[in-house]
């Protein structure tokens, strides 16, 4: 009687697609028992960090065969195989490693790999405004993020002082890195005179990912002061206003030069 050989087979690979429809239409795994087992079973890896793996597969399996593609290298013992990158550079990733079994029966698990960038910097700014703010006018906050992977992966916190306005994620799922800008309408108020208001990205990677999560901050913004609307009743535009302040603060500095002068004389 001739044993049919199993076959093992560890791949590491940027575009696997192929390789899983040619899977899907001449094997299944519904009636693998014992699949493969990675360890760790999720990967968090920051693009241009080594990493590595490990998957383990059946012990009985003998006469195996490893196959690895794309970046990296592995070495095996026994039906155990290691996968090790020096560097990561790729951004679409995927580990597979299985093995077909006597009936022709496909074995197969996945590593799920994250691959991630922390952002360059983070900015705020009011959008489209320069200025002291009106009481009781709306206005558009905007945190800029840049250059960070995978931006799905993003929380951004809008403050005033220490409270919290606000939390927004992406819908974007580009796994590159990419510069996003997030906006949070807001209402002021004669509280807010000389708030500061700013932003924060935090990026979140799960368990395996950085701990605590990665967070960068932006600068903070100073309001250089509210509009009380009893001024804004007057029908004082924002250009007025600075000229009036201004005028005001000449008509001071005079006075004080004459007094100061008057006391010498």
């Not at 708030?195 to 600068?219: F, M």
Request: hydrophobic share 35%; glycine share 4%; net charge negative.
């Amino acid at each position: 009687m001739i044993i049919p050989r199993k076959k093992i087979i560890f791949t590491y690979c940027s575009q696997c697609l192929y390789l899983l429809l040619f899977n899907v239409f001449f094997f299944t795994d519904a009636n693998c028992a014992d699949k493969p087992v990675f360890n760790p079973s999720r990967l968090v890896v920051k693009y241009g960090d080594p990493t590595s793996a490990t998957c383990s597969v059946c012990q009985s399996c003998q006469g195996y065969f490893f196959s690895l593609e794309s970046v990296g290298n592995h070495t095996r013992n026994g039906t155990t195989a290691l996968w090790k990158v020096d560097r990561m550079t790729e951004w679409v990733i995927s580990a597979n490693c299985y093995y077909t079994n006597a009936a022709d029966e496909l074995c197969c698990s996945q590593l799920p790999v994250t691959v991630y960038k922390p952002p360059d910097n983070v900015s705020f700014s009011f959008r489209d405004h320069s200025g002291p703010l009106l009481e009781g006018h709306q206005y558009t906050l905007q945190c800029e993020v840049h250059n960070v992977a995978p931006v799905e992966n993003l929380t951004v916190t809008f403050y005033r002082g220490q409270t919290a306005l606000g939390q927004l994620q992406s819908n974007n799922t580009e796994k590159k890195p990419v510069t996003e800008i997030f906006t949070l309408n807001i209402n002021t108020s004669k509280e807010d005179d000389g708030v500061q208001y700013w932003c924060e990205a935090k990026l979140e990677l799960g368990p395996e990912g950085p701990q605590p999560p990665l967070v960068v901050t932006s600068e903070k913004f100073s309001s250089p002061w509210t509009i009380p609307s009893t001024i804004q009743g007057k029908k004082f535009s924002v250009k007025s206003f600075e000229i009036t302040i201004m005028a005001y603060l000449i008509y001071t500095y005079i006075i004080l030069q004459a007094c100061f002068l008057s006391l010498h004389m």
